[in-house]
């Protein structure tokens, strides 16, 4: 029987971003891809891999569409990954530019009768924008009070310009 674990989406560089989803233990990197394109709003055909990383960062494995080596993402599931130590997975969408989320798992949850997986959970911040070339984080902004150093102005000075 598939059991239903949960990870944590990030997007590195970005503190606003992330996502939780829960997915069948027995869900194909392949169908994980659909899923991310589906949920993020990602164009569906562009080439991606997703590499599998244990708790100390070394990488483990690559998967994408042919075999890089650890097997393709139509055949390698949820708990391979995971039979292999891989807590966290990057989803690698843009290969020319290394743009990839950052997938931790988060454990087992309970799975809940007549839910439907996968699905997300949790949810902030906007998608990371897939061929961006900028960076989209809120926490970039800053209050216009501290741009300026405005000062209270003459009201004599004024008259002069009209």
């Given at each position: 029987?598939?059991?239903?674990?949960?990870?944590?989406?990030?997007?590195?560089?970005?503190?606003?971003?992330?996502?939780?989803?829960?997915?069948?233990?027995?869900?194909?990197?392949?169908?994980?891809?659909?899923?991310?394109?589906?949920?993020?709003?990602?164009?569906?055909?562009?080439?991606?891999?997703?590499?599998?990383f244990?708790?100390k960062?070394k990488?483990?494995?690559?998967?994408?569409?042919?075999d890089?080596g650890?097997?393709?993402?139509?055949?390698?599931?949820?708990?391979?990954?995971?039979?292999?130590?891989e807590?966290?997975?990057?989803?690698?969408?843009?290969?020319?530019?290394?743009?990839?989320?950052?997938?931790?798992?988060?454990?087992?949850v309970?799975?809940?009768?007549?839910?439907?997986?996968?699905?997300?959970?949790a949810?902030?911040?906007?998608a990371?924008?897939q061929?961006?070339?900028?960076?989209d984080?809120?926490?970039?902004?800053?209050?216009?009070?501290?741009l300026?150093?405005?000062t209270?102005?003459?009201p004599?000075?004024?008259?002069?310009?009209?």
């Amino acid at each position: 029987m598939a059991k239903i674990i949960k990870y944590r989406v990030t997007f590195p560089g970005n503190k606003v971003f992330f996502r939780e989803y829960e997915f069948s233990d027995e869900m194909t990197l392949f169908a994980l891809n659909k899923f991310l394109v589906n949920d993020l709003d990602f164009a569906p055909d562009q080439m991606i891999a997703f590499k599998g990383f244990d708790e100390k960062g070394k990488m483990k494995g690559m998967y994408g569409l042919f075999d890089l080596g650890s097997g393709t993402i139509d055949g390698v599931t949820l708990s391979k990954t995971l039979s292999k130590g891989e807590t966290t997975i990057q989803y690698v969408f843009d290969l020319s530019k290394n743009k990839f989320l950052t997938l931790t798992y988060e454990g087992e949850v309970e799975q809940i009768p007549h839910i439907h997986y996968p699905r997300l959970t949790a949810e902030k911040g906007r998608a990371p924008g897939q061929f961006s070339s900028k960076l989209d984080n809120l926490d970039t902004i800053t209050d216009f009070e501290e741009l300026g150093t405005e000062t209270e102005e003459d009201p004599e000075d004024n008259e002069a310009d009209f």
